[in-house]
């Protein structure tokens, strides 16, 4: 079952990349998608960090390279 | 001085020179303004950069509002990269207070070439230097989709006396073109660059072998160090070949 966390990302996944129907796994990472380009991995941060009222360091942007690594970083964050 | 600054200045001008270069091949007009060294193009998001402002002490808030407001307008590019070097913490300061956000994160990485970098031959894995335009067409499509994920490069590129010093290397197991590999040479310090593999053909070493390959051709060509920026998807590979992060290379974005 997802959690609200899983819901709300994969929701701005959608917009960002425009793919509605995208289901996303923990292991999912730009190699899985081919719309997760960089130029679409910027749009993902700043969405992110508007939606979720969140800030990211540079470290944390360095390790952002899968869904489940985004996912632990925001957990940590306790998003709005 | 900070030991690191000279691996930093090597990270930040071949870089510059780089998409200088592919700049010039690719007509896209390229200008220095305001202390930093543009590629840009006016209309393209990507891959037009402001690279590495050099920014006086004691300018850097009038700098950052000044950058914002042109940003704003559309008169130099979306993204802005700072290296993280000591001169640059009240610049990157000022940037994020004027609105700007670092939305990605590059490892700034070098090391010395020495005797002991080299390629394992294999009866399985070729390798060329790619010097035809059917190859240079190859390699423009692997990185097109593997790196770029939109048609930026194309093969007639390759012809441009622009990149006399970008030489690219495949790498191919039975059909064609599986791993790709590069460098820019400046003088005595060449960077790596378009170091890729098709995710079908990932976790069998090819990506180290190709880095293998660009490094000794690169030590042929007379070069004695070497640069790059990597994600962090690669950058345990390059620790493992012996390479430092030296500066994290920060891409600026201002929303809006």
Redesign the interface.
């Known amino acids: 079952m997802p959690t609200q966390l899983e819901i709300r990302l994969q929701n701005i996944f959608r917009e960002i990349l425009k793919l509605p129907a995208l289901e996303f796994t923990r292991g999912t990472s730009p190699?899985d998608v081919?719309?997760?380009?960089?130029?679409?991995?910027?749009r993902l941060?700043?969405a992110l960090?508007?939606e979720m009222q969140v800030?990211?360091t540079?470290?944390e942007?360095?390790?952002?390279?899968s869904v489940g690594a985004i996912l632990d970083i925001l957990e940590k964050k306790n998003p709005q | 001085m900070n030991p690191a600054s000279p691996y930093i200045d090597l990270i930040e001008n071949n870089l510059a020179d780089f998409y200088s270069a592919w700049g010039k091949a690719m007509n896209i007009p390229v200008y220095e303004q305001m202390g930093m060294r543009l590629v840009y193009a006016k209309g393209r998001?990507?891959p037009a950069f402001a690279l590495f402002p050099v920014v006086p002490e004691g300018s850097e808030s009038g700098f950052a509002a000044l950058a914002a407001e042109k940003m704003t307008t559309g008169e130099i590019p979306s993204?802005l990269i700072c290296t993280?070097r000591e001169e640059n913490k009240v610049l990157m300061n000022n940037l994020e207070n004027a609105g700007f956000?670092?939305?990605?994160?590059w490892?700034g990485m070098a090391r010395e070439l020495d005797e002991s970098v080299r390629m394992d031959e294999s009866d399985h894995f070729h390798t060329r230097q790619v010097q035809d335009p059917a190859m240079a067409a190859e390699f423009a499509q692997l990185i097109n989709?593997e790196?770029?994920?939109?048609s930026l490069l194309d093969a007639d590129y390759f012809q441009s006396p622009e990149l006399a010093s970008f030489h690219a290397f495949a790498g191919s197991l039975n059909e064609g073109i599986c791993s790709t590999s590069s460098f820019f040479s400046q003088g005595a310090t060449a960077g790596l660059y378009f170091i890729a593999t098709l995710?079908s053909r990932?976790r069998q070493g090819l990506g180290r072998r190709m880095t293998l390959l660009a490094m000794q051709e690169a030590k042929k060509h007379g070069c004695n160090k070497l640069v790059l920026h990597a994600?962090?998807?690669g950058r345990a590979l390059y620790e493992q070949i012996g390479f430092v992060e030296y500066c994290?290379l920060?891409?600026y974005?201002l929303?809006g």
């Not at chain 1, 942007?61 to 390279?65: A, G, I, R």
């Not at chain 2, 956000?101 to 994160?105: A, D």
């Open positions: 190699s081919p719309e997760w380009g960089s130029l679409n991995h910027v941060i700043a960090e508007k800030r990211f540079l470290d942007l360095m390790e952002m390279n | 998001a990507w993204f993280n956000r670092p939305v990605t994160v490892s989709r790196v770029f994920r939109a995710p990932r994600t962090s998807a994290k920060v891409i974005w929303p």
